[in-house]
């Protein structure tokens, strides 16, 4: 039985209704002329894997159809302007990859740091190539992030970003290339039992781990 659907690079502007009495797990509508996501690509109950990238999506359909089994979720390339229109994924509970990158998100009016914060097991968000300068509402305090690209956006350093990275996982990698930082440098000095906290420079290029052993030296 069919349990991947790829039809990139079509002319599409919907997916025919046919196609949702199958059990996918993977659905691949890339590179099409989508304007928005239906609640039904969601209806599928074993899906894993929307990628839903290079369209001109703007929006979701309002449902409140939860999706259980999606864990990766590829939005990048869209024409996203407001992060309001994206509190939908907080019904992806088991969201583990999320990717923004390239639409036209600029920083929200709205608190969505608290929807990404009911993510737990979001651990990699793209946010490359959008508007954004404050991550005061869009990173929550804790993070449980393993990676987040925030590369060419047009961040600069200030006591918000500090805040949010200081409990981050110690794991973290963060590409923060093409933005504004002043060369900062901060540690985290939360400890754990299990782990050493990570220390960081931010330098001009971005993130960059040191060992608690070496000096950091960010140009300040």
């Known amino acids: 039985f069919l349990t991947t659907l790829s039809v990139p690079g079509n002319s599409l502007f919907f997916v025919t209704n046919q196609l949702f009495g199958l059990d996918l797990d993977t659905l691949d ?8 996501v239906p609640d039904r690509y969601f209806s599928y109950a074993s899906l ?3 990628n839903a990238s290079d369209n001109s999506i703007s929006f979701f359909q309002s449902t409140t159809t939860p999706s259980a089994t999606l864990t990766s979720l590829d939005l990048s390339k869209n024409r996203f302007t407001s992060f309001s229109r994206l509190t939908r994924i907080v019904s992806f509970s088991r969201l583990r990859t999320l990717d923004l990158s390239y639409n036209s998100l600029s920083d929200p009016t709205t608190d969505f740091s608290l929807v ?19 991550l005061s509402m869009v990173l929550p305090p804790y993070v449980p992030f393993v990676t987040v690209n925030l590369a060419n ?13 200081a409990n981050a996982s110690s794991r973290l990698v963060v590409n923060s290339k093409g933005n504004y930082f002043n060369g900062t440098c901060f540690d985290n000095s939360v400890n754990t039992p299990s782990a050493q906290p990570p220390e960081f420079a931010v330098t001009k290029t971005g993130f960059e781990r040191v060992s608690a052993r070496d000096p950091v030296d960010c140009g300040c």
Do not use: H, P
């Open 153 to 165: 956006n047009n961040i600069s350093y200030d006591q918000s970003l500090e805040d949010i990275f």
């Open 48 to 50: 894993v894997t929307l």
């Open 116 to 134: 990404l914060g009911n993510l737990t097991t979001l651990f990699n968000l793209n946010l490359q190539g959008n508007f954004l300068q404050d």
């Open 29 to 36: 509508i890339s590179r099409n002329r989508l304007s928005f």
